[in-house]
């Protein structure tokens, strides 16, 4: 079973880590689109060409029987057209945790952390717009921009990071809000500083291990060895350490690392 995922950057990683955590057997070609990173501050048409261009590749040069979209923007920008373009792969996106967060909070306050490009996304505004339907819950969502380099420039608590996390989130602590979707697959690295901005009790929302479910659900027949393998490939700049801090949680020990440059 081989699965393609990818990203802008590191961030994806922590949906792979949900995934290795509870499918054993698959093979992982993850990319991480860094020369073009960030996607949340391009166009739609720019992101759309590079989930277009990645697919392919994974296609071709990997052999994909999966592909999962670990990027909430790459998913509004591109889902539509990736599964028409490839109707015989399974693909999977990841959208912002808003309904879980719905059903969890106490306070009917939620807080988004998102890109400003998922959150200006019709994906997004659309989903806002149903779950309005079915829970009076009030939101309050934060574009975060520049949060993405310092997280890939390995600046997970660094105290530039803490400030951004300050000013977004100190208004949301006045709106009594006691749940925050991470709307961007890089925010689960800076989960520490939110808690220490928010307070130990905020709960968080990630969408990991539901990809993981929906992966397994799809794909459960297929798997038959026990070693897990992940490939990391990337097109620009990538902070190796990081990397390294991501994966060290993994329970599988049969991980694989290899840089290898993804050319466009
Ligand atoms: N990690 C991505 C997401 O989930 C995108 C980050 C970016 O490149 O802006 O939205």
Redesign the pocket.
């Known amino acids: 079973m081989k699965v393609g995922v990818f990203?802008?950057?590191l961030?994806?990683l922590t949906v792979v880590q949900a995934i290795a955590n509870s499918l054993k057997g698959i093979e992982v070609f993850y990319i991480a689109d860094t020369l073009f990173?960030?996607?949340?501050?391009k166009t739609k048409e720019q992101i759309l060409k590079h989930s277009l261009d990645i697919t392919n590749y994974l296609i071709k040069t990997h052999k994909i029987d999966a592909l999962i979209v670990?990027?909430?923007?790459?998913t509004s920008a591109a889902i539509i057209n990736l599964r028409e373009e490839f109707p015989n792969l399974i693909v999977i996106g990841?959208e912002p945790g808003v309904k879980p967060a719905m059903q969890t909070t106490e306070s009917k306050s939620i807080g988004v952390l998102?890109?400003p490009?998922?959150l200006s996304g019709e994906k997004y505004q659309k989903l806002l717009k149903d779950l309005s339907l079915e829970h009076e819950v009030m939101v309050y969502d934060q574009a975060c921009k520049g949060l993405?380099e310092q997280i890939e420039n390995g600046k997970v608590s660094h105290v530039d990071t803490h400030k951004m996390l300050t000013t977004w989130l100190e208004p949301m602590k006045e709106k009594s809000v006691d749940t925050i979707v991470l709307?961007?697959?890089?925010y689960p690295l800076v989960s520490d500083l939110i808690k220490e901005i928010m307070g130990a009790n905020i709960k968080l929302i990630e969408t990991g291990s539901a990809i993981a479910r929906r992966l397994e659900s799809l794909t459960s027949n297929n798997i038959k060895n026990k070693e897990t393998r992940i490939k990391v490939f990337y097109t620009g700049e990538i902070k190796k350490d990081m990397i390294n801090m991501i994966l060290e949680n993994w329970e599988d020990g049969g991980k694989i690392m290899v840089r290898e440059v993804y050319e466009q």
């Open positions: 990203d802008s950057g961030g994806g990173a960030p996607y949340g501050e670990a990027c909430n923007t790459a990841t998102a890109t490009a998922t993405v709307g961007c697959t890089h």
